[in-house]
């Protein structure tokens, strides 16, 4: 079974810069793209960031320059280092994989940034 879980939310002052891991199992972590996405109350789910299985990395327009991701295959996990929080960064955070044909969600972990 295929399965991903994110960690590393929480309240987080304006500025601050947690780091969210996504830690994947159940299938070749290594061989497949892991994207993060976000939800903010109300708002439409958006992309975020994503990376490839050969590195390759893209972030959203409103996270770049800010946001950081990588991954570390040996742990099969995917970070996101997020710096210099803002209030509209507040969000549930998903990992996201389509592996096999299928898409596969994490349960989300929820950052809120206080001002």
């Known amino acids: 079974e295929v399965q991903l879980v994110e960690s590393g939310g929480g309240l987080v002052q304006a500025g601050g810069s947690p780091r969210l891991s996504c830690a994947g199992s159940?299938?070749?972590?290594?061989?497949?793209?892991i994207g993060w996405f976000r939800q903010a109350p109300g708002k439409e789910r958006e992309g975020v960031s994503c990376?490839?299985?050969?590195?390759?990395?893209y972030y959203g327009d409103s996270v770049k320059g800010r946001f950081t991701i990588s991954r570390d295959n040996g742990k099969n996990t995917v970070y996101l280092q997020v710096n210099s929080l803002k209030p509209e960064d507040t969000a549930v955070y998903y990992c996201?994989?389509?592996?096999?044909?299928?898409?596969?969600w994490g349960q989300g972990t929820q950052v809120t940034v206080s001002s």
């Open positions: 990376i490839t299985s050969d590195g390759s990395r």
């Open positions: 996201y994989s389509r592996t096999y044909g299928l898409d596969s």
């Open positions: 159940g299938f070749a972590f290594e061989d497949y793209a």
